[in-house]
């Protein structure tokens, strides 16, 4: 089975690859340091500290893993690539709620980078699928666990 596309942005790109530098450079020193120092204990068959820092060096080397998996299946979208005509991966919606006449943006970045607290929606998310290949003044209805809301588009950009 093929492994999955991680869509990236440059600037989630950058975030992953400063993320695993700082895994491999920082914190599998300060875990190795642990496990020293837990060993330096005494009998590590009982040795509650030196159980919880091997626990959190597997945690790492997992993460470490995922990281370089994620890396290695990369697709960076280049906001200059991003076509304003329709949405798509990366850019940038103005919505307008048809019911309530409320506003907001979005962009529109891989499930890696989401995060709705900063506006940044998945485009595997109800309404980043709704909305993909979308353009200006289309209304698109989205069937959200409390019914169906709609969106008009009103703006794409980069």
Excluded at 85 to 112: H, N
């Amino acid at each position: 089975m093929p492994e999955k596309e991680v869509i990236l942005t440059v600037e989630g790109l950058k975030k992953l690859e400063d993320d695993l530098e700082h895994l491999k450079t920082v914190r599998r020193k300060e875990v190795a340091a642990r496990i020293k120092q837990a060993i330096e204990f005494g009998d590590i068959s009982e040795n509650s500290e030196y159980e919880d820092a091997k626990n959190e060096q597997a945690f790492i080397e997992g993460s470490i893993l995922a990281l370089e998996k994620k890396l290695r299946n990369a697709r960076v979208i280049d906001a200059n690539d991003v076509d304003v005509a329709t949405v798509s991966v990366g850019s940038t919606v103005k919505l307008e709620d048809v019911d309530s006449g409320s506003q907001f943006e979005y962009t529109i970045v891989g499930s890696v980078e989401a995060d709705p607290a900063k506006n940044k929606i998945s485009n595997e998310s109800p309404v980043g699928k709704a909305i993909l290949g979308s353009d200006i003044d289309s209304v698109v209805e989205i069937t959200v666990p409390m019914g169906m809301i709609k969106y008009k588009i009103l703006e794409i950009k980069k």
